[in-house]
């Protein structure tokens, strides 16, 4: 396990999430409790004062439950998830839902040995993206790889591929600067 995972875990929203991982690992709830939360995030993206209602100071954990316990009505939320937003809110962590949500994604990942790959490319196109992921499935043949997307005008061309500690850099700027290094080294 990687350094940053293992911090992580230990971070305060990491502890939130183990526990909320356990518990729903324990109910048999994991994928229900990933499915509420994508919910609640289209929510709190939706409706931007809710958002900022969570994340005010002001606002008292009594009101924030209150209102939780209405969503409740319209979401139908299962008990362990609600329950864990009125644990959260209680303990004035609301600021912190979305590190939590983040990492228990991580950890569900981790558990079923899904490694994440960010893709970075000067122009996304379905046709070079199903290129690079056969490519990246031959290089890692043991491991289940999820991939994420960011076009990053920069690279002129090509792509670079983060995954575990290893940058695969195949853009079209790399490239042209190892021939500038080459050039000047003869």
């Given at each position: 396990m990687r350094v940053?995972?293992?911090?992580?875990?230990?971070?305060?929203?990491?502890?939130?999430?183990?526990?909320?991982y356990r518990e729903a690992e324990a109910k048999q709830e994991i994928s229900s409790i990933l499915n509420e939360i994508a919910e609640l995030k289209k929510?709190?993206?939706?409706a931007p004062k809710l958002a900022d209602l969570f994340k005010s100071q002001l606002v008292t954990p009594q009101t924030?439950?209150?209102?939780?316990?209405?969503i409740q009505e319209i979401a139908n939320f299962s008990e362990l998830f609600l329950n864990f937003l009125i644990t959260v809110t209680k303990n004035k962590r609301l600021k912190i839902l979305s590190e939590i949500f983040d990492i228990y994604a991580v950890t569900i990942d981790n558990a079923l040995n899904i490694v994440s790959v960010r893709?970075?490319?000067?122009?996304?196109?379905?046709?070079?993206?199903?290129?690079?992921?056969?490519?990246?499935?031959?290089?890692?043949?043991?491991?289940?790889?999820?991939?994420s997307y960011f076009e990053v005008p920069g690279l002129l061309g090509g792509f670079r591929a983060f995954i575990n500690e290893h940058c695969l850099d195949y853009s079209l700027i790399s490239?042209?600067?190892?021939l500038r290094y080459q050039l000047k080294e003869a």
């Open positions: 940053q995972e293992i911090q992580q875990r230990l971070s305060l929203a990491g502890r939130y999430a183990s526990a909320l929510l709190l993206i939706s924030v439950i209150k209102i939780l316990l209405e893709i970075e490319m000067a122009k996304s196109s379905s046709a070079h993206a199903s290129t690079i992921e056969q490519m990246l499935e031959k290089k890692y043949p043991t491991q289940k790889l999820k991939y490239r042209l600067n190892r």
